[in-house]
């Protein structure tokens, strides 16, 4: 069995972010959860989870706000938790049409999806570099970051933008020994998409009509992807996308509920 690692996730107390958190903490390992919910409502949740008390701690911050951050990675460093695994998470999504978003909703993303995702990875890889610490970055992007969508283009845009932000980060820092990858998911019937689900802003039924494995991501499979890429095996794996969608990207020309082959 492997040692137990100190790991990050931020947007830990959503539906992905929960999964993931799990995932590592069943396996050993030490997690750090960030969100934005106030500490004490926060700690109630996660104990509901029914996980040991020793293998969490709770950091509420608002990925947007690099001061709060700073402050916060510096209290980890001190109390010697500085993780060596951050899964870069915490997401929005709000659908409007591009003809009718404000230039608010647009920096909405930009802001949570893209900036915050990278004050946290500044936040880490300054400390990793300086401390000699070979980490691993993960940021959870999705199918979107290159199809587009109708509907979510700054969430697209912002996904996007954390493709390229992970390719960047892991071309400079390769020689640090620090891994930069991505795993875009498709569409999981849990957190933002599950919300569209249940306000009727999405059908669930129509994606599942042109998703190539016919039916939707559970968080689990999403946080089993992000438990790949941060094995040991995956020591070679640096500046990648980890598609795990279904399929849902594939070019499909038919529509998808044809029973018509080719
Ligand atoms: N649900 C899907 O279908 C799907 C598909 C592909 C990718 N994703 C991505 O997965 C990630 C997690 O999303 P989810 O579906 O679990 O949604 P979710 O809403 O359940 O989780 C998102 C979490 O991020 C937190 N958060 C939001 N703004 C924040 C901020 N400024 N600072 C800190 N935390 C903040 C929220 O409080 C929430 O707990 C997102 O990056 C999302 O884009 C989701």
Not at 24 to 49: P, R, Y
Not at 64 to 92: K, M, Q, T, Y
Not at 126 to 143: D, E
């Amino acid at each position: 069995m492997q040692e137990s690692r100190c790991i990050m996730v931020t947007g830990g107390l959503g539906d992905i972010g929960k999964a993931t958190v799990l995932k590592f903490v069943h396996a050993g390992d030490f997690v750090i959860l960030n969100d934005l919910l106030e500490v004490k409502a926060a700690e109630t949740q996660i104990v509901s989870w029914g996980i040991p008390q020793e293998q969490w701690l709770y950091l509420c911050a608002d990925c947007r706000e690099r001061e709060a951050l700073h402050e916060a990675f510096d209290a980890l460093e001190r109390e010697g938790r500085l993780p060596s695994i951050v899964i870069v998470n915490a997401g929005v999504v709000a659908p409007v049409p591009f003809l009718e978003m404000s230039p608010e909703q647009w920096g909405f993303h930009l802001d949570v999806n893209l900036t915050g995702a990278f004050h946290v990875a500044q936040e880490i890889a300054q400390r990793w570099v300086a401390q000699k610490v070979s980490g691993t970055l993960l940021f959870t992007s999705s199918w979107v970051q290159d199809v587009p969508q109708q509907g979510i283009s700054a969430y697209c845009v912002s996904k996007s933008g954390l493709k390229m932000l992970a390719r960047t980060m892991a071309l400079e820092l390769g020689r640090y020994g620090i891994r930069v990858n991505l795993v875009a998911p498709g569409i999981v019937d849990a957190g933002l998409s599950a919300r569209l689900f249940r306000e009727g802003r999405a059908d669930p039924n129509t994606f599942i009509s042109h998703i190539p494995l016919a039916t939707l991501q559970t968080s689990a499979e999403v946080a089993d992807v992000f438990w790949l890429l941060a094995q040991p095996e995956a020591s070679y794996i640096t500046g990648a996308t980890l598609l795990a969608d279904g399929g849902m990207s594939l070019f499909q020309f038919h529509p998808p509920s044809s029973k018509e082959t080719v």
